[in-house]
């Protein structure tokens, strides 16, 4: 009896030995809109679990061909969501069945291993209006070195995964689901070795991460401050433009003062500028339309000279032109005062050669002072005297008979 309690015991104590805290933290990549702004992107995903493989069985209808479930080895999950250590949302492992599916070298995915564990958790938001349920966490191994047998025996070192992701579940009253997703960068036991070369890791990290919330904190410093000076010398030119602005009324004012106060005659003598001024842009006016009636009539005139022109180069210039000049009369000279004494003379025949006729060229033709107005006349003129031919009358000598009797009764 002695033997088989102090057995008893060792085992239990072995057991209580064999349980192993186990660590895991991750960045949030997606959170469901319904959840914001109690959870954010970027925040961290941390927490804990206590593993004892002794006391993993495996669950009933899910063994299959390298594939399965253990449970009821995993116990006393909390996990926190933070942001610089500064805590947003916190759970508790809840009752229900807590553990992990398993899967070694999958066909289906060309050989892979994966690893599915799943936690009950319980915790509300700040705002109260969600609920965490589940807490998932997958580990792979493309290369399907991470289970070595089957049902997978975890060492104390823990698992050679190459990726791994989480996602929260969380519930409201009516039942809905919401999810938070992100990468998880650590799971594995907790010891001293590991501890201090993850941590250093998650530091490198953080600091990484600082450094780029820093240099985003600082450009936008950079921008407010440019804001600020747009907006000071926008400031400044508005108390300019208001400045301007009284300076103007105030010299408004003035002239206005100064209208009222003037001398009524001045104005008046203004007024009457004004209305000469009036008057003469009137004038004006009507000089500048009288202009415009002369310069069209000078244009039609312009016009009718260039036509008689034309109608003068089409006459011919061969024939002569003929002027008839008035006829000289021929006087016979008288001898002695009285008719008595001149009774003799008055049988004597004078004769007088008639006066050539002169011939004019067209250049001789003086144009007159209105060469516009009189070339149609003179024209006609020339026509004649280039059709009229009298040239038996040019030879032609003419005789005057003497009256008788005395000169008084001539």
Sequence with gaps: MILVVLAGISTTAYAQDASQRWIFEGTISNVDPALTPDLQNGWILSGSFSLNRLELEPEPGFE???????????????????LYHKVYFEAMQAEGLA???????DPES????????????????????????WLQVWLIDPSGKMLGEVPPVIGLTGLE?????????????????????GGMEMFCPESDELDETQWRGIAAELSEELLKRDGTILSLREELAAA??????????????????THLQEEITLLKE????????????????MA???????????????????????????????????????????????????????????????????????????????????VVSDADID????????????LEKTVELEVKEEPAKANKTRYRMRKPGPRKFR
Aim: charged residues 35%; aromatic residues 6%.
């Design 64 to 82: 299959g061909e390298g594939k399965g479930r253990l449970a009821s080895g995993v116990k006393r999950a909390e996990i926190s969501i933070d």
């Design 99 to 105: 553990g992990y599916d398993y899967h070694n070298d």
């Design 110 to 133: 060309e050989g892979r291993d994966l690893m599915a564990w799943f936690f009950p958790v319980q915790g509300q938001v700040q705002s109260g209006k969600w609920t965490s349920r």
């Design 161 to 181: 995964w190459k990726s791994a992701w989480f996602r929260l579940t969380f519930e409201d009253e009516q039942g809905n689901a919401v999810y938070v997703d």
């Design 228 to 245: 600020k000076d747009r907006n000071d010398s926008l400031r400044k030119m508005v108390d300019l433009l208001v400045q301007e602005r």
């Design 258 to 273: 100064q209208a009222s106060a003037g001398d009524p005659e001045v104005q008046q003598r203004i007024d009457e500028l």
């Design 276 to 358: 000469d001024k009036s008057l003469l842009t009137l004038e004006i006016d009507e000089l500048n339309e009288r202009n415009a009636a002369l310069a069209e009539s000078l244009a039609r005139s312009e016009q009718s000279r260039m036509e008689l022109l034309s109608k003068l180069e089409d006459v011919p210039d061969t024939q002569p032109v003929f002027v008839e000049l008035p006829k000289a009369e021929l006087e016979v000279e008288e001898r002695g005062e009285d008719g008595a004494d001149n009774d003799d003379a008055d049988s004597d025949i004078v004769t007088e050669p008639e006066p050539e006729p002169e």
């Design 367 to 378: 144009p007159g002072p209105d060469p516009d107005l009189e070339l149609g006349e003179k």
